[in-house]
């Protein structure tokens, strides 16, 4: 079974262009987090949120509690974000469940 | 800081060979975590640790064990490896308090 569920699983957008990537989990949560992961593997830590919304830069996350659901925007896309977008959740506990990520590609 | 690492980089073991992973990190955090990364799956949890000398069992212990002896390192074994044991091993870190993760940069064994 998948605790957390990410779509889509590919998307490809032009420079410019504002993207959406879902997130939708089925455990009671902690906390959500948006992980970003570049071609060189690296994985970092982009947003972790218990309500509402957070923005930094050009990115901007949203969760809804009562729906068990969140979403990562990028406004004004570029192509230095392409990367793999990680949706990870945080139970009452210790461990962490992650869904299978996003592969983003921005084209120029 | 150097944050999270691992060592080694890259790795290729002939089957049933052993081998130990090393984490290790300068923050201070009290957790810590050993993932593996396939194609087509999310990050899936071997082991942990909520402190030093203490670790229990993830999603997928089977073949694996661990060891935190001081609290800035994390041990990851292989007693035997077996080619279902290809894949890329993420080590990450989080204090006590916050649940934000800490990631090392990956390591990449292959099984022959």
């Known amino acids: 079974k998948n605790e957390v569920e990410q779509s889509p699983q590919n998307l490809t957008a032009q420079e410019g262009e504002f993207i959406t990537i879902n997130c939708s989990y089925s455990v009671g949560i902690s906390a959500l987090h948006w992980l970003q992961q570049h071609p060189g593997g690296g994985i970092v830590s982009l947003f972790m949120l218990s309500s509402g919304k957070k923005k930094h830069g050009r990115l901007i996350a949203t969760i809804n509690i009562q729906e068990k659901h969140s979403s990562l925007h990028i406004t004004a896309s570029h192509p230095r974000d392409s990367a793999v977008y990680i949706c990870?959740?945080?139970?009452?506990?210790?461990?962490?469940?992650f869904g299978t990520g996003t592969s983003l590609t921005v084209i120029p | 800081n150097a944050g999270v690492t691992q060592t080694p980089k890259f790795r290729v073991l002939k089957t049933g060979q052993s081998m130990t992973l090393l984490c290790a990190q300068d923050?201070?955090?009290?957790?810590m975590y050993w993932y593996r990364q396939d194609p087509g799956m999310g990050l899936r949890l071997i082991h942990y640790s909520v402190g030093e000398g203490t670790t229990a069992k993830g999603e997928v212990p089977d073949g694996y064990n661990v060891s935190r002896l001081k609290k800035q390192n994390f041990l990851l074994g292989l007693e035997s490896a077996a080619p279902s044991q290809t894949s890329v091993y993420f080590c990450?870190?989080?204090?006590?308090?916050?649940?934000?993760?800490?990631f090392g940069p990956g390591t990449r064994l292959t099984v022959t």
């Open positions: 923050m201070n955090h009290e957790y």
């Open positions: 990870a959740v945080s139970p009452f506990g210790n461990q962490f469940y």
């Open positions: 990450a870190s989080r204090p006590g308090t916050g649940y934000e993760q800490y």
